[in-house]
DNA sequence: CTGAAAGCGCTTACAG
DNA sequence: CTGAAAGCGCTTACAG
C-alpha cells in the first residue's frame, strides 16, 4: 500500500491540480477536454486506481450494498445472492456480504460493522421477534427487508408468499384424494416456517373442519426430514401424503420411507417446498413449490434502489412473490414412475 | 448518514478528547481505566459505530479480504466461500467477494476496485495465460492465487492436485477391468481441465502405450455432457467407461445414456470430478472426485494470513489438495445398482 | 475552466 | 495517562 499511486501523483504528473484530475477521473464536465484527456491518460499509464475508503469517506457514498444473512450455507443463499448481484452489476454497485452463522445474537453487530461501508442494506431476519431491535440497528441508512416478520415499523420488506403456497400444494394434494395429511414443520421461531405451517392447518381445515392437523416436529434440515420418517414408518397409522415444509426435509424424508420399504407415491405421497435443484434428480423426482429465489433477491435490490432516489415505494411492488406448483412423480397418485432426466421440471 | 454519531459526539458526552476515545474504544492499554469504561458506556448508550472508512483510511487497515473469482454461481464457489469465510471470522476479518462473471477482461477492473477496500486478496483465475496481466494488477497487496496455473512470478499458489486426481480414477477404472475409456474435457483456455486431460492421457498411455485418447469435447457444463453422451450413443463404436472432466458433464452424460437406453454401468461405467451434492443423488449415483472445496479456501486463507504477517511460507504448505475416490453405483463392475439413501457416501 | 483550502471521521506519533 | 495536531486520500463548495 505505501507504494500506491495516488491523485496527488497523477496531479504531479499531469501538471494540474488534485481538484483537476478528481473532477477529469469521475466524469465532471467543467473539465478542458485537453486537460481531461492528458489526465486519463497519465492515470493509465500510472495505473492509477482511487482509494476507496478515501472517496467514500469524502464524497459519502460508498457505492456498495450491504447484504446481511442469517447464513451462506446452501444453494438458497448462493441463489439470492446471485439475484442481488445481477441487479447490483447494473448498476454498478457492490456487494459486501455478512452472515451471522446462525446466531441471531450476532446480528446486531454484523449490521453495525455495515456502518460507512455501505450505503444500504438488505437484511434477511427470520427469526421472529428480532424486528424492533432490528430497527435500533438499521440506523439511518435505508434498508429493505427480506422475508422477515411484518412490522409495525416503517421498514420496507419484501418476501415469498409462503402461506399461500402452502395452501396451493395442500390443495393439489387434496384434489389428489389425498385426505390424512402429515406436515413436518420448520423450526419454531422461523417465519416462513410459521407462515408454511398456517397454510397447511386452514387448507386442512377448509377442506374438513373436523380434520385433525398432524404435525411433526423438525427444523428445516435433511437430518430432520429423515427423523420424521422413521417416525411416520414405526406409527402403524400411517398418512396418506406428508407435506413437508421445505424440500430438504422432504428428501430426508424420502429417504427414510425409501429405506423403510414404504413405496412413494403409491403407498404415501411426498411434496416438499423451494424446488431446491436436488428435487427433480431424486428418485422419485419431488413435488415442490418453486420459489423464484434469485428473483426475490433481484425484487429486493431494485425496491432498495427505489428507496435511495427517494422515490417512493408504492404497495404493488411490495406484493409477495407468489411460488409455483410443480407436480412431480412423488405426488403421482398412479402412473409410471421413471428416473429423472434432463427434460423433467425445467431447463 | 447525516445523522449518525461519530467519535466526537462520544467525546463531547464523555468529557475526552477524541484521541482518548479512540484509544479506549480500541483497546490500547495508555488509558485510565475510570476513563476507558465510561467512554464505553457512552459509547454504546449512543449506538457508536466506528466509520469503516475513515478507520481503514487513517489505520491503512481494512480488516477486510477480497476474493476475487471466476463466478458466483453454483455449488463450488459457495462452499469455497464458505471455507474461506471460516477463517476470515476466527480472525475478524470480513469478505468483499467479486466475480468478474465468466467475463476474464473484467478481472483487471474487479481487482483494481479492490484497492482500499481491502487488506489482501484471493484469486481465483483458472483462465490459462492470465498470470502476467494479473501480476500487473495485483499491485502491493498480499496476494494468494487458488488454483492458478503456476508461474515464475513471485506469487503464492494453492490448489487441487487435478492431475493425479484424474490419474486415480483412470487407475480405478482401469483396474475394474475397462480398457477403452473416452474422456469428457472441460473448456479449452482452463487450467484445471487442462490438468485432468493430461491425468487422463497419461494414465491411458502408462497402462497401454499404443492406446488411442478418445477425447469429446466439453465446457464443463451439464449441456454439454449431455451433448457427448448423444454422440457416444449414436457411435456404434462404444467406450467400456466415460470419465467426464467434472461432475456435472458426467450428470450430462448419465441422462443421454438414460434416455438412450445404454445402462449405466452394466453397459458403461461412469465417472466425474468434484464431488458435488447431487452425485450422490442420482440413479446410479455417481462414482467421483471427491474435492474438499471449503479446505482448499479455508487453507488459501491461512496462507493469505501467514503472508500478512510476513510470516515465509514454506513449500510443503503449498502442496496441492489431494482429491479422494469415491466410488460408487455408476463406475460397480456388477451387483446391485440400489437407489440412493441417506447412508451413501457421506454425513 | 482551474486551483487553494476545508473537510469527511478516524488514528497516531508527539508533547506534556 | 491525556490532548492538540497532523495526516490518511479523496471530493467539493468557493473564488477567481
Known amino acids: 500500500m505505501a507504494l500506491s499511486v495516488t491523485i496527488k501523483d497523477v496531479a504531479r504528473v499531469a501538471k494540474v491540480s488534485v481538484a483537476t484530475v478528481s473532477r477529469a477521473l469521475n466524469g465532471h464536465d467543467n473539465v478542458a477536454e485537453a486537460v481531461r484527456s492528458r489526465v486519463l491518460a497519465v492515470a493509465h499509464e500510472l495505473r492509477y486506481s482511487p482509494h476507496h475508503a478515501a472517496r467514500s469517506l469524502s464524497s459519502r457514498r460508498t457505492h456498495?450494498?450491504?447484504?446481511?444473512?442469517?447464513?451462506?450455507?446452501?444453494?438458497?443463499?448462493?441463489?439470492?445472492?446471485?439475484?442481488?448481484?445481477?441487479?447490483?452489476?447494473?448498476?454498478?454497485?457492490?456487494?459486501?456480504?455478512?452472515?451471522?452463522?446462525?446466531?441471531?445474537?450476532?446480528?446486531?453487530?454484523?449490521?453495525?460493522?455495515m456502518r460507512g461501508r455501505v450505503d444500504g442494506l438488505l437484511v434477511m431476519s427470520p427469526h421472529a421477534g428480532n424486528i424492533d431491535f432490528l430497527s435500533e440497528n438499521l440506523a439511518a441508512l435505508?434498508?429493505?427487508?427480506?422475508?422477515?416478520?411484518?412490522?409495525?415499523?416503517?421498514?420496507?420488506?419484501?418476501?415469498?408468499?409462503?402461506?399461500?403456497?402452502?395452501?396451493?400444494?395442500?390443495?393439489?394434494?387434496?384434489?389428489?384424494?389425498?385426505?390424512?395429511?402429515a406436515f413436518i414443520a420448520g423450526p419454531p421461531n422461523n417465519f416462513d416456517a410459521f407462515e408454511r405451517l398456517r397454510g397447511y392447518r386452514d387448507a386442512l381445515l377448509a377442506a374438513d373442519a373436523s380434520a385433525t392437523p398432524w404435525v411433526l416436529p423438525g427444523?428445516?434440515?435433511?437430518?430432520?426430514?429423515?427423523?420424521?420418517?422413521?417416525?411416520?414408518?414405526?406409527?402403524?397409522?400411517?398418512?396418506?401424503?406428508?407435506?413437508?415444509?421445505?424440500d430438504m426435509?422432504?428428501?430426508?424424508?424420502?429417504?427414510?420411507?425409501?429405506?423403510?420399504?414404504?413405496?412413494?407415491?403409491?403407498?404415501?405421497?411426498?411434496?416438499?417446498?423451494?424446488?431446491?435443484?436436488?428435487?427433480?434428480?431424486?428418485?422419485?423426482?419431488?413435488?415442490?413449490?418453486?420459489?423464484?429465489?434469485?428473483?426475490?433477491?433481484?425484487?429486493?435490490?431494485?425496491?432498495?434502489?427505489?428507496?435511495?432516489?427517494d422515490e417512493s415505494v408504492d404497495a404493488e411492488r411490495l406484493t409477495p412473490l407468489v411460488p409455483e406448483l410443480i407436480v412431480r412423480e412423488s405426488s403421482r397418485s398412479a402412473g409410471t414412475v421413471r428416473p429423472a432426466t434432463l427434460s423433467d421440471g425445467g431447463p
Open 249 to 309: 426435509m422432504a428428501l430426508g424424508c424420502l429417504f427414510a420411507l425409501n429405506q423403510g420399504g414404504a413405496r412413494v407415491p403409491d403407498q404415501i405421497a411426498l411434496a416438499g417446498f423451494d424446488d431446491i435443484p436436488i428435487a427433480r434428480y431424486v428418485a422419485p423426482s419431488l413435488t415442490t413449490m418453486r420459489v423464484n429465489i434469485p428473483e426475490l433477491g433481484a425484487h429486493a435490490m431494485r425496491l432498495l434502489l427505489d428507496l435511495q432516489n
Open 64 to 113: 456498495t450494498i450491504g447484504v446481511v444473512l442469517p447464513d451462506l450455507y446452501g444453494e438458497f443463499f448462493s441463489e439470492l445472492i446471485r439475484g442481488i448481484d445481477l441487479v447490483a452489476r447494473e448498476c454498478g454497485l457492490h456487494l459486501l456480504v455478512s452472515s451471522y452463522h446462525g446466531h441471531p445474537e450476532e446480528q446486531a453487530s454484523a449490521l453495525r460493522a
Open 142 to 181: 435505508p434498508a429493505v427487508l427480506i422475508n422477515s416478520q411484518p412490522t409495525e415499523s416503517q421498514h420496507v420488506a419484501f418476501g415469498i408468499d409462503n402461506y399461500g403456497g402452502a395452501r396451493t400444494m395442500m390443495e393439489h394434494l387434496l384434489a389428489a384424494g389425498h385426505r390424512r395429511i
Open 219 to 246: 427444523d428445516f434440515s435433511e437430518a430432520s426430514g429423515h427423523r420424521a420418517g422413521q417416525m411416520l414408518l414405526e406409527d402403524s397409522d400411517r398418512p396418506d401424503a406428508v407435506f413437508a415444509a421445505n
